[in-house]
Structure formats: structure tokens, C-alpha cells
């Protein structure tokens, strides 16, 4: 078996050689994404979708929960929509696909492939909203967005991706306010209460944020090599759109006005930071909540009088709890090489079931996360795995905490910024002035960007890092997926 093992590490590049590579290697090796032959499309497989299901289950929920409804607006956008928001158009107009013709005849009006959807569905709230009474709209869309990329990364950047986009509209800023930074608390929840991730919340300034929005708020995540993750976004677009689209409602007193406007999302980019934030060089690590499969049972010399049944009663057992087991009982794979596999694959725990553990009334329990081994009574392995799971999810999201801390620094000026990123990439906490230059220093010479100007600000110096001038904000500044 330790030969098996060997040789399987060695199909996977270190991180610590290639991160890149390893990336590549632990996508490829788990079957989760194959290349189209559109270049730039890729093909999500079952385990890479399974992963989004999960994602989207958990997202839908909490949206239901909070009052929104699931909407679907068309692919198609007329570029006379997509040219009523000016600074909206300017944003996204190097990555729009563009329809020219239908069949063999040239359309009269180009059509883009949305790439995002706040133009087409302005245009539909404009026609449908009339009286106060019908707000707030909390609407949310499930769907495929096309951007042309030039350069492209299983889940980091593909020219068609999946996610959701909300769109709100409401009476006053204050509530369309309070949606913003409700749907940004959803996202935070799924980073750190179900992907085992943790992030910095905070707003974007003024140079990153979203095309056409007045703020926009963003969960920062770090990855094993040092850079940031933009893990889901939340804006309150006032009434940019609304004004631009002509939405227009009769308020309380009598007067006809604009809503205000929010939208709000996050994409499968999330698995490539689950990926990057919790992966090893034996392959995936997956949080429990997250995992299509949280246990796998594999019986050892299954032909033994009781094993197989043994196995079979304890997977009814997790069923039971709800638990998402799967039993692998075939025979054309040795039980090292199914270690190997599910190990790779990022299970969170494995059980093993042979004739000596039935003697002993255990069975054999493989952590994902640790690779620690324990034996676990049979008789109150239902309760001991469902604690387990949770125990797991823990301590995976207190190890990235860890790690994230580790690579998080305190800078003073520009020198020790670009130090820092040239040599120990990670998070840099450093005072910034506000301006738009001194942040485009920083980019210019560290490659690196301003994040997000967190919540929980602290005072780290009284000057800003680029200027040597009065500070207004603490940042964090990292290089960037």
C-alpha cells in the first residue's frame, strides 16, 4: 500500500515547486473539469458540479429565508440597453461577446451575451413597477454569465461561468443600504459556516468597485501561496440604474421617484478557493458541509462472513442522520488504491470495516482533513461521525485562520509593501490617504491592489504608507486572483 501511495503523490506537483501546476494537477486528477473545444469553455463534470449544487443549496436557502425569489432573465442583451449606463457599459465592454447575426441574416442591433445582468432586468423593472405598495423587489437569478477573458482558470476565470445575481429595488437608500450588507453577512456565512473559509469584510474602494455602483462591498479570502480571493460582492447602486432606466414608482405622497437598487453575487469561482485555501499535495480537502460525499465505507476482505452486511447496516445508520455516506464495495480496485482515491478526491472521512475490527466491535475511522486514524465503536458510530463531521469543519477553518494570520503584515511604506510581496506574498494591513494615485502606485509597483478597507479597521500608524500624508483609512493590500 505505502507503494501505491508513492506513486499516486507523485502524479500531483507540490504546491510548494508549482502552485499553478498543482492547482491544474488536483483538478485534472479529481475529474472535476474537462476543456471544450471552445476555448476558454470549460465543461463542469459531475464531482466539479456536485460542488456548486452544494454551494447553490446552501445559497438558495438563505435567500428564501430572507424574502427573495428566484427570477430568470434573458441571455440576450441589446446593446441599446447595455449603452443606457454609461459608466456601466465602459466597465465591462472589453470582455462583452457580441451576437451579429441570426441564422444567415444580420441582426439590425447587436445583442451581447450578458455578462452581468443589471441593464436587462432595469428594463423589465421599469415596465413592471408602479405604486410603493409592490416594493421592496428582492429578486434573485440563477444563471450563466460570458466574459472574454483573455487568460483563463478552471473556476477562476472561464469565459461562461455559473452564478447568481440578486437585484433589489426599495423605498429609501437606508433600506436598500441594509440589503447590501445583509446579502454580504449571507456571503460570509457561506465562506465561514460551510466552506470552512475565513474572511476580511469590508468595502472596495473607490477604483475597484463595481462598474456603475456607488459602493461595493466584498469577503476577502486568502490561498495557501499569499493571494487574495475575491469570494462574493455585495452593492448599492442608489439610483445609478434606476434614474438610467427611467423606474419609476408613485411613492407615499402622491409624488412619482426612483427606487433605490442593490444586486449582490458570488460564482463557482468559490470551488477554486476551496481548491486553494484548504488543499494539500495528496489533492482535495473538502469542509464536511461542502463534501457530495462526508463518508466513505470501505470494506476490508468483504467476502469475510458479516462484513459486507456489517458495512451496509452502518451506512443505513449515517443515512439515517442524514449523513452523505457512500459505501464502495466494488472489486476491481484494491482497498490501498480506493484510500488513495477518495483520499485525493478529499473525503472528509473514511471507514474501515474488516473481519479483525468486527471481532473488536470498531471499525476503523481515516480523517481527510489530519490524516489521523482512531478506532470508533460500532455501536455509537452514527453519533460519533455526525460529531466528527462538525469537529472536522472546525478545526479546517480555525487551521486556514491560522494560516491566514501568519501571512498577514503590518507595513509601514512602500518599501516594506513591495518586500513583502516580492518575497512573503499574504495579506498587508498598511494606512492609506484615499487618493486615487497613491493607490495606483501601489499597483504599479507592487502589483498588488487595495482589497478592501475592512469593518474592523485599527489604527496601524498615522500616515499614509505611499504619501508619507495624513491617513483616513487602514487597508488590506494583497496580489489577487
Known amino acids: 500500500m505505502a507503494k501505491e501511495k508513492k506513486e499516486f503523490v507523485k502524479e500531483i506537483t507540490r504546491m510548494e515547486d508549482d502552485f499553478a501546476q498543482w492547482y491544474t494537477d488536483v483538478i485534472r486528477k479529481t475529474d472535476m473539469i474537462d476543456y471544450s473545444p471552445v476555448k476558454g469553455f470549460l465543461v463542469l463534470k459531475p464531482y466539479g458540479y456536485a460542488l456548486w449544487e452544494n454551494i447553490q443549496g446552501f445559497l438558495d436557502r438563505r435567500f428564501k429565508e430572507t424574502g427573495h425569489e428566484n427570477v430568470y432573465f434573458p441571455l440576450l442583451i441589446p446593446e441599446s440597453l447595455l449603452n443606457k449606463e454609461k459608466e456601466h457599459v465602459e466597465g465591462f465592454a472589453p470582455e462583452v461577446a457580441w451576437v451579429t447575426h441570426g441564422g444567415s441574416e444580420e441582426l439590425q442591433e447587436r445583442l451581447c451575451i450578458r455578462p452581468t445582468s443589471e441593464t436587462i432586468i432595469c428594463s423589465m423593472y421599469a415596465k413592471w413597477l408602479k405604486s410603493y405598495r409592490e416594493l421592496p423587489y428582492l429578486y434573485n437569478q440563477w444563471a450563466s454569465v460570458v466574459r472574454w477573458e483573455k487568460e483563463t482558470r478552471p473556476f477562476l476565470r472561464h469565459r461562461e461561468f455559473l452564478w447568481q445575481e440578486g437585484h433589489t429595488l426599495h423605498e429609501t437608500y437606508e433600506e436598500a443600504q441594509e440589503e447590501t450588507l445583509r446579502m454580504l453577512g449571507i456571503y460570509r456565512e457561506l465562506a465561514e459556516d460551510f466552506l470552512a473559509i475565513p474572511v476580511v469584510s469590508g468595502i472596495k474602494s473607490d477604483k475597484e468597485k463595481f462598474a456603475g455602483a456607488e459602493s461595493t462591498y466584498t469577503i476577502e479570502a486568502l490561498m ?25 414608482y408613485l411613492d407615499r405622497d402622491g409624488l412619482l421617484k426612483n427606487p433605490y437598487h442593490t444586486s449582490w453575487g458570488s460564482s463557482t469561482r468559490l470551488i477554486g478557493a476551496v481548491i486553494m485555501a484548504h488543499g494539500d499535495n495528496r489533492g482535495l480537502i473538502l469542509p464536511p458541509r461542502l463534501a457530495p460525499v462526508q463518508v466513505v465505507i470501505i470494506p476490508i476482505m468483504p467476502h469475510k462472513e458479516g462484513v459486507l452486511e456489517k458495512a451496509r447496516a452502518v451506512e443505513g445508520l449515517l443515512k439515517d442522520r442524514g449523513i452523505r455516506v457512500k459505501l464502495d464495495d466494488s472489486e476491481n480496485n484494491s482497498p490501498g488504491w480506493k484510500f488513495n482515491e477518495y483520499e485525493m478526491k478529499g473525503v472528509p472521512v473514511r471507514l474501515e470495516i474488516g473481519p479483525r475490527d468486527l471481532a473488536d466491535n470498531v471499525a476503523m475511522v481515516a480523517r481527510r482533513d489530519n490524516l489521523q486514524k482512531s478506532a470508533c465503536s460500532l455501536d455509537t458510530i452514527d453519533e460519533t461521525i455526525a460529531r466528527l463531521l462538525d469537529t472536522i469543519h472546525q478545526d479546517m477553518f480555525d487551521k486556514a485562520l491560522k494560516e491566514r494570520e501568519e501571512k498577514t503584515f503590518t507595513v509601514k511604506n512602500l518599501e516594506e509593501l513591495k518586500d513583502q510581496m516580492e518575497n512573503r506574498p499574504g495579506f498587508a494591513k498598511m494606512m492609506w490617504c484615499g487618493s486615487g494615485a497613491c493607490e495606483d502606485r501601489i499597483k504599479m509597483e507592487t502589483a498588488a491592489t487595495i482589497r478592501c478597507i475592512p469593518f474592523e479597521e485599527e489604527k496601524v500608524g498615522d500616515c499614509c504608507a505611499v504619501c508619507g500624508g495624513e491617513a483616513k483609512h487602514m487597508v488590506y493590500v494583497a496580489k489577487a486572483y
Open 224 to 248: 495557501h501561496d499569499g493571494k487574495a480571493l475575491q469570494s462574493g460582492t455585495s452593492h448599492n447602486l442608489a439610483k445609478h440604474f434606476t434614474e438610467a432606466f427611467e423606474i419609476t
